[in-house]
């Protein structure tokens, strides 16, 4: 066993810190290769590694962060790729004591991968290789994968390094303040998709100093039985008075963090930017002696999107694979994709996720066309179109290969047999790029008869599997739906198979359901009934049409009846608000009304931006209540809470505008009424305008939206009005406030001279100004309120009346 | 010019609307920005051009480009191009239509729509300057200088948008059918206008650092 693998069972290993940071207080200049050092000046590298060595790094690691062909080649250095590596190794290893353990350090490549970016997930994958080669033969114990923001890119490092190599890998990861990458994985996620690749060892490195990454740690740990591991960087970066980078955080500070981290489950800790060998040592004395904490092996089966999860299990709900995306017998799906427009995949995509598919499946079934090509193209669009796991589902190794390379997350493979030449074909494909796969129980001699040779061909399949490496919860098992009106004796096995399956083998199921009817009339009442005993027996993930109305209905009732839907609160959520028309209709909508007060319906009808029902909400509540109680009772205190939760990001602006429609049309119910009674109260008045010159009204709009929502009178003077125009209505319309917008720093000064112009003909007029270039510095500058969104504008105003 | 047509990912068109890790969406906004998506795609007009100048002189921080094609103060861009050897000059628009659909919606109430095809069209117009970009990128390899300078825009820095007029003339803005107004604001709204340094190296320029390092662009920095 490598020596790595068999400490990290019993100790914490300490890594080093600072590569980067070191050399550069040691004179390398920004902007210089770092690793061209290796060569130039190896002393000064070396009395890095040194330096680390003598303070206690278990692990330090040579100076090839940015030593792939592609990173070099942005310094002319390409050619020399092998040069730089081997000697950085050599350096490492020159330092190293006996028990020092040497990691090759692998960073991104600067390039951004399809199928977000541009570049070519094989080509990121040659040159990871490449380097991994040169590190392994150069003799380094194990790889370190730092600082990857996207996780597309971490899988072509990671898969590269496990294919060509058989050193040990660790995988770190790098998260904004948002806890998610820059490309949008979550912690929870990406371990799951790199676990399933086979990164030994999976981490989080730099950003956001050891708060804001204990915190990724911890959530990585709720998941997961994978080894962890940590490189904070000492704080985010500042400026000292001589304009050079410091790093905030005192070794002392970052150390205080270790033993909340080893809770939090890591069995390997280091430093990153701004860390130091003192840093180091005080480290190594902390956790000496201190075990990882023991790690159960979970066997769940999950698939994953670049974003999101599904787990598929008999304690979660029955999941649904969409099969929508799949051009066999429809012929203007085929006719498209032969001429090479990929409309109906994004369409189909966009629907079934709505219905509620929790996977999709992809299958690009043409004749005569590129099928590598046309998957290549159809996952990617399915991708941009929606966030869930896809399943790929093809024959065709090139168009699977074409597909696990463009999947970013965690695919099913669609499918294997239990015939030698499909496994031998499938699984190494599955393995390499980390892939559940779909066992089909048939082999060499076709669909076999009863449920226990079915079993028999599942069995082939998982011992198979498990021989490449692929562990249980990575294989799913199909049974195969016949065609009841041709074989109606066959129909019970399909179901019997799925029982014992689950008892004998404990795998997740799938079936494709709709072939049960092929051939007779009325098949939804077929298709139903099927699905409903299929579910009973312990089905999991239909392959099925989620737009089917009967379908999906037949499901929700399915998953309640055997418990999988825990308090029918999903089966109530679907069906509670329609009516059941065995009742009278009066009694269940007495009942309702009954139950809730009209107020407090408003206020979640504004919540939950429901324009359809607010007028029937309102005209319920006048019945009880005066229009000024319904405002400052319901519809205000219902765009409050949708204020807080866009501020605490719970809501994006969507959701704030929605919510805006469903005020505005509250409004037009009830101002006519106001007035009548004249009783209209304003919260204050205001003026907008876009200043002069200026022509980006977006921003402006949204906030006058806002105010007028919460009670403002707004007069909107629109965009590219002049100074006079703005002051002159604020005075003759007695405003309270103006509030100003600019985009550009041409039109900004416009801001100034306004509010000191109000300063002379209109002291008690308030100026609050907003746009993408202005700063509360600037406000305060000129005299004016700053606020930089809507929901605060809105506070700021409320304060200033 | 060849294709423009930019692809416009959704992830990104959520995060421009303001989407993190913990906000909850829901299927009807879900559904109302693939629909954004699918119209913006039916309206937009992408339109690009790019112009290239073999020569670049800087003396202090006065820049001239080609045979003094353009010329122009900026301390920033003396630096961007200190070491490059040749300069791109580019323009971009999504045309008209998408924010003519927007103001319309806005004034319909429509505004959950309005707000958000607006995001989409920031996306596409970024996307559409990318896959322009693409295009100098190949260029720029053929002729041996396959290292690109980031996208840099009148306004960022010390760069005077009052540039804007000299530079639409330059790349036949108004056979794109972009103008600019007297502030020298671009129309329609979704366009760009931008300078890319050509070279052989890496350029060490980096754009004012604020230390959002996760979001930076900068990937040669030293700060691992």
């Not at chain 1, 902390?286 to 904490?293: A, H, I, R, T, W």
């Not at chain 1, 999947?407 to 499938?426: A, C, F, M």
């Not at chain 2, 117009?125 to 260029?139: F, G, M, P, S, Y």
């Amino acid at each position: 066993m490598n020596r790595f693998l068999e400490r990290l069972e019993e100790e914490i290993l300490v890594l080093d810190g600072a590569m980067g940071t070191e050399l550069h207080n040691k004179g390398l200049e920004v902007g210089e290769c770092p690793e061209k050092l290796n060569l130039d000046q190896p002393e000064i590298v070396q009395s890095v590694h040194q330096s680390y060595v003598e303070a206690g790094s278990d692990i330090i690691q040579t100076n090839t962060f940015g030593g792939t062909r592609i990173k070099l080649n942005e310094y002319d250095l390409g050619n020399q790729v092998k040069e730089i590596n081997t000697q950085a190794v050599k350096l490492a290893q020159g330092a190293a004591k006996e028990d020092t353990l040497v990691a090759a350090s692998m960073g991104p490549t600067g390039k951004l991968i399809e199928p977000m970016g541009d570049f070519p997930f094989q080509a990121a994958y040659t040159a990871f290789a490449e380097q991994a080669q040169i590190l392994e033969a150069a003799g380094v114990d194990l790889i370190n994968i730092e600082t990857m923001t996207d996780l597309q890119e971490a899988r072509a490092a990671l898969i590269a390094v496990k294919e060509t190599t058989d050193l040990p890998v660790i995988c770190h990861l790098t998260y904004e303040d948002s806890l998610k990458t820059m490309t949008g994985t979550d912690p929870v996620t990406a371990i799951e998709v790199l676990d399933a690749i086979g990164a030994d060892v999976i981490g989080a490195n730099c950003s956001m100093g050891p708060e804001g990454l204990l915190e990724v740690i911890q959530k990585m740990n709720q998941d997961t039985s994978a080894r962890l591991s940590v490189e904070p960087n000492a704080g985010l970066p500042e400026l000292d008075e001589n304009n050079e980078t410091i790093f905030p955080m005192q070794a002392q500070e970052m150390v205080s963090y270790a033993p909340q981290f080893i809770a939090a489950g890591i069995n390997v800790i280091g430093g990153c930017c701004g860390s130091t060998p003192e840093y180091i040592r005080q480290l190594q004395d902390k956790v000496k002696g201190l075990k990882p904490q023991p790690k159960e092996k979970d066997s769940t089966t999950v698939l994953a999107s670049r974003s999101q999860r599904v787990t598929i299990s008999d304690q979660h709900p029955t999941r649904m694979i969409g099969e929508r995306i799949n051009p066999s017998g429809r012929d203007k799906f085929s006719e498209q994709l032969k001429n090479g427009s990929l409309e109906l995949v994004s369409t189909e995509a966009s629907k079934q996720a709505q219905a509620g598919a929790d996977i999709l499946d992809v299958n690009m079934g043409v004749p005569e066309v590129d099928q590598a090509q046309l998957m290549k193209q159809a996952v990617t669009t399915v991708q941009n179109a929606t966030d869930l796991p896809i399943t790929i589902d093809t024959t065709n190794q090139e168009a699977l290969e074409a597909g696990l390379q463009n999947v970013v997350g965690k695919p099913l493979i669609n499918s294997v047999t239990g015939e030698d030449s499909s496994l031998n074909k499938v699984l190494p494909l599955a393995k390499k790029y980390g892939a559940a796969v779909l066992g089909l129980t048939l082999d060499e001699d076709g669909i076999p008869d009863t449920a226990q040779q079915r079993l028999e061909v599942a069995k082939k399949i998982v011992a198979t599997a498990e021989d490449y490496g692929i562990s249980k919860e990575n294989i799913l098992i199909d049974t195969l739906t016949l065609a009841a009106s041709a074989e109606q004796e066959k129909v019970l096995e399909t179901i019997k198979a799925i029982r014992l399956i689950k008892e004998e083998l404990g795998l997740a199921t799938v079936l494709g359901v709709s072939n049960i009817s092929y051939g007779l009339p009325e098949r939804h009442q077929v298709n139903t009934s099927f699905l409903a005993m299929a579910i009973e027996a312990g089905l999991n993930a239909p392959i099925m049409d989620p737009t089917d109305e009967n379908m999906k209905s037949a499901l929700l009732a399915s998953d309640f009846l055997v418990n999988r839907d825990p308090a029918g609160s999903r089966y109530l959520d679907e069906f509670a608000g329609q009516e059941d028309n065995s009742k009278p209709e009066e009694t269940t909508t007495a009942q309702e009304d009954e139950s809730q007060d009209p107020l407090d319906k408003i206020h979640a009808t504004v919540l939950n931006g429901d324009q359809e029902n607010i007028l029937n909400h309102i005209e319920l509540a006048l019945e009880n209540y005066p229009a000024l109680d319904i405002i400052n009772e319901g519809l205000i205190p219902g765009i409050k809470e949708v204020g807080d939760k866009y501020d605490e990001g719970t809501y994006f602006l969507p959701q704030l505008m929605m919510a805006a429609e469903v005020m505005k049309k509250a409004f037009s119910k009830l101002r006519p009424i106001l007035e009548e009674q004249q009783s209209q109260e304003s919260a204050g008045k205001i003026i907008m305008a876009t200043v002069k010159g200026d022509v980006h009204d977006i921003g402006k709009n949204i906030v006058k939206v806002m105010l007028e929502n919460n009670g403002f009178a707004i007069v909107d003077l629109g965009k590219d009005v002049s100074n006079d125009q703005i002051i002159s209505s604020a005075l003759d319309e007695n405003a309270d406030i103006i509030c100003l917008s600019a985009l550009m720093t041409t039109t900004m000064p416009r801001m100034k001279e306004i509010t000191q112009k109000l300063k002379e003909v209109g002291p008690d007029i308030k100026v609050m100004v907003g746009g993408a270039v202005v700063t509360e510095e600037y406000a305060n500058n000129i005299g004016a309120h700053y606020s930089d969104n809507a929901v605060q504008a809105v506070k700021k105003a409320q304060k200033l009346v | 010019m060849e294709q423009l047509n930019p692809t416009i990912s959704k992830p990104e068109v959520k995060r421009q609307l303001g989407y993190q890790e913990h906000t909850v969406s829901n299927p009807q906004i879900e559904e109302l920005i693939t629909e954004a998506i699918n119209e913006a795609q039916e309206i937009i007009k992408p339109r690009g051009n790019y112009l290239r100048f073999e020569n670049i002189t800087i003396q202090a921080d006065k820049l001239s480009l080609g045979q003094n094609d353009l010329s122009f103060y900026s301390q920033d861009i003396a630096e961007l191009l200190a070491n490059q050897k040749q300069v791109v000059i580019l323009a971009v628009t999504i045309g008209p239509q998408l924010e003519e659909r927007v103001n319309q919606l806005f004034a319909d109430d429509q505004l959950t729509k309005a707000t958000i095809l607006d995001a989409v069209g920031s996306i596409a117009v970024e996307e559409t300057a990318n896959k322009l970009q693409t295009q100098i990128e190949a260029e720029a390899e053929e002729i041996g200088l396959p290292s690109l300078t980031m996208r840099y825009s009148p306004g960022y820095g010390d760069l005077d948008l009052d540039i804007q007029p000299q530079l639409l003339k330059l790349v036949q803005g108004q056979e794109l059918g972009i103008k600019c107004n007297d502030s020298f604001l671009l129309i329609p709204q979704k366009s760009i206008t931008a300078l890319i340094g050509l070279g052989t190296e890496e350029s060490t320029v980096q754009p004012q650092c604020d230390f959002d390092c996760a979001n930076c662009d900068y990937d040669t920095c030293i700060y691992k």
